[in-house]
């Protein structure tokens, strides 16, 4: 289950680290190729997305690797589910079903991770 586990929480850590970051650092104008729907929210908003994407990284990561409180992930990875059924809904919204594989595969992984980290660490 361990392996399962950090593979899992690999995956999430390299997607969100790169979207995070992503929103963090660039403007609208350079995420609105990737991200079409940053033209609906402040950046602000955006800021506090990708801060929450990042944070998730660390939470699914650093809590099991030092063995300091593992039973964050769990939280953690909640967490990043919550963020991507917030964007399930966006994206339904503005039929950008293309987008709609992409977040049930990272809501299926978030799920998958906080199952096997509250079996591992709780």
Known sequence: MKVAYWVIAG???AVYAFSGVKKLVQSQDQLRPMMGWVDTMPVSRIRIIGLLEVLGTVGVIAPPLSGIAPGVAVAAAIGLALIQIWAFRLHLSRHELANLPLNAA????????AWLGAALWT
């Open 106 to 113: 990272l809501l299926v992984l978030s799920g998958a991770a």
């Open 11 to 13: 995956l999430l850590a």
